[in-house]
């Protein structure tokens, strides 16, 4: 999961698009929205390409599949810590450049990992995607607003973000397939050239971007000092380790406990996608009509949906059903959950967008973990029923203490 944080004043330039609320994007400017979204499916496909490709990675490396989720874990825990990094890091920076240094970042990654001779290698190229996740996701949601006029900023961002719903659904099993027809290095070596393209039309379409704002370190806590934002932290945590426990194993799952085969689990992989992208529309009815039942109800269906894998999932017709059903409620977390916070706090996400990034990708990466876990010591089903107790806490939660009134008074942005 990624939020946004939309902390950069919209400041003309010689290339900028202009600033006046009435004014037209040109065709520029929608070219170099385009270049953002294009960069955001290359950040989300390289960042989950090793769930699809999870059991050929950890034989050839000769680890242990639960080993092999630090591929997940590891740029998690960077990911947290560069979002609250960079952004202060990063201070009145030019963006444009701030953008092309993370795109390149995401390329090397993958490259590393392509051509890494043993496991610690591949987690130190993993560690550079980190930075990119935690840097971008802390920055990048205020791009649209600046890269085109006022009226046109929520069309910009919906295209931006767009590109994470893209790589969540094609993406992923795309990578899953180059993985079973030439192999896993392969996958990321692809990916690592679409990457390199997608700097190169970077460079060519970005606008400058400067900014006479630097975010600072008193700003980050301004949401824990609300207490309906530090009940929606607890939620992020809870539901982001519940599910990323569960999803980083779900191919080991499909082949070993349900017995499918690789091509039927690359197909479910897209299933699961696509029944993300249905999610994240049934979210943004759900969350305009209550937040906190959209989340309650997020919490349910995830957590009824992969404690049943290891009961039903056995099966073919199980297995499919339940990752439909889970992929409906991955594509209503983010959504869920960020308008929770953007309603509970909408002043304070200004300066504590990063802290709520840092957050969701700790969690991420403390689910890949706890999964890996149990999956070494319990077996690859136990992941599952991991992750179904943990979405179901984050219901509970949300329902004794969750405090409802009414729907969201902002848009909700989708994120991942």
């Known amino acids: 999961m990624h939020a946004q944080s939309n902390t950069l004043p919209r400041l003309s330039n010689d290339h900028d698009a202009p600033s006046a ?3 037209k994007p040109t065709r520029a400017t929608w070219l170099a929205v385009l270049s953002i979204a294009v960069g955001s499916f290359a950040l989300v496909t390289t960042e989950f390409l090793p769930v699809g490709l999870l059991p050929t990675i950890a034989a050839e490396l000769d680890v242990t599949e639960g080993a092999t989720g630090m591929m997940v874990t ?3 825990l960077v990911a947290a810590l560069a979002a609250i990094l960079v952004t202060i890091g990063v201070g009145k920076a030019d963006r444009r450049h701030v953008v092309l240094g993370l795109t390149t970042l995401l390329g090397m990654s993958s490259l590393i990992v392509a051509l890494a001779p043993s496991f610690p290698i591949v987690l130190l190229g993993r560690a550079l995607l980190g930075i990119t ?10 791009l649209g607003n600046r890269l085109v006029p006022e009226a046109s900023a929520t069309r910009a961002s919906a295209i931006i973000f767009a590109g994470i719903s893209l790589g969540t659904v094609a993406g ?17 070596a692809a990916a690592g050239a679409v990457t390199f393209l997608v700097l190169l039309t970077q460079m060519e379409l970005l606008p400058r971007l400067p900014t006479n704002q630097a975010i600072t ?6 949401l824990l000092h609300v207490k309906q934002a530090r009940l929606g932290m607890l939620a992020t945590l809870l539901v982001f380790v519940g599910q990323f426990a569960g999803y980083t194993y779900i191919a080991p799952f499909l082949t070993q406990v349900a017995g499918l085969s690789v091509k039927t689990v690359t197909t479910l992989l897209l299933v699961y996608g696509a029944a993300g992208f249905v999610g994240n529309l049934i979210g943004g009815w759900a969350v305009a009509r209550s937040v906190r039942h959209a989340v309650i109800a997020t919490g349910v269906i995830m957590g009824g949906s992969t404690a049943l894998m290891p009961v039903l999932g056995t099966a073919a017709w199980g297995a499919t059903a339940l990752v439909i059903t889970w992929g409906l409620a991955f594509g209503m977390m983010p959504i869920s959950v960020q308008t929770w916070m953007f309603k509970a706090a909408p002043d304070a996400m200004e300066g504590g967008g990063a802290v709520f990034v840092s957050t969701a990708q700790t969690s991420l990466a403390g689910g890949a973990l706890v999964g890996g876990m149990a999956v070494d010591h319990l077996g690859v ?3 599952m029923v991991v992750s179904g107790l943990f979405a179901a806490t984050m219901a509970v939660v949300i329902a004794a203490w969750g405090k409802d009134d009414g729907k969201a008074p902002v848009k909700p942005h989708a994120a991942h």
């Not at 992923?172 to 990321?188: N, Q």
């Not at 370190?217 to 301004?222: I, R, S, V, Y």
């Open 21 to 23: 609320p009435d004014a």
């Open 133 to 142: 996740v935690g840097g971008f996701w802390a920055i990048g949601g205020a």
């Open 381 to 383: 089903a136990s992941a």
């Open 172 to 188: 992923v099993p795309a990578g899953a397939l180059i993985g079973e027809l030439v192999g896993w290095r392969i996958a990321f």
């Open 74 to 76: 590891v740029p998690g």
């Open 217 to 222: 370190f008193g700003q980050l806590p301004a």
